[in-house]
């Protein structure tokens, strides 16, 4: 079934299940399919008890925004207009990304290496310019613009979330809101979403 209601020219939610329409799927999205009930696969975190010390285990971090055709919507660091991801730290406390990684579904056996640290309640703007050796905020892969599937694994190997796109059309971002995923022109590449 596909989605019929009028589109607005310059916002429109995203579906959350690709056999309901053509939007992104992100399986970190409430309501949308998480996988085994003892997965964290969330994206808001599991705050039941870890079974070892009976402490609560922070939230993961959440891919928040990404523009898998950036055309001239945002420039790079070198001037260039890079795919991009960003993520969101929804917990109270700093995260540190050492062994955390992100793949994308064309090469999931061959996931990216994170690192950095999220501020608590913030943004860190990933560059998919299939260029790691530019810097750490450089991925090791590109986003495909005609649709795939982005994989963000945790330290302890577990999958922390995902999120999939049938496809966008240039310079156009898939955002989430607390109301869900909407499109946003020129997207909001390190700033809150609308």
Known sequence: ??????????????????????????????????????????????????????APLPPDPVINEFMPDNERAWAGPSGEYPDWVELYNPGAEALDLAGWTMADALEPDAPHALSGVIP?????????????????????????????????????????????????PPDVAAARTAGGWIYV?????GAANP
């Open 1 to 54: 079934m596909a989605c019929t209601a009028p589109i607005p020219a310059r916002r429109f939610l995203l579906c959350l299940s690709l056999a309901a329409c053509s939007g992104p799927a992100a399986k970190d999205s409430p309501g949308a399919d998480s996988g085994p009930a003892d997965s964290r696969d969330t994206g808001a975190g599991d705050t039941g008890d870890t079974g070892d010390t009976g």
């Open 120 to 168: 608590a309640g913030g943004l860190l703007l990933l560059i998919a310019d299939g260029a790691p050796e530019a810097g750490a905020d450089h991925l090791g892969f590109t986003l495909d613009a005609d649709g795939e599937e982005l994989l963000l694994w945790a330290s302890d190997g577990r999958r922390a979330g995902w999120v999939s796109w049938p496809g966008l």
């Open 185 to 189: 022109p020129d997207g909001t590449p």
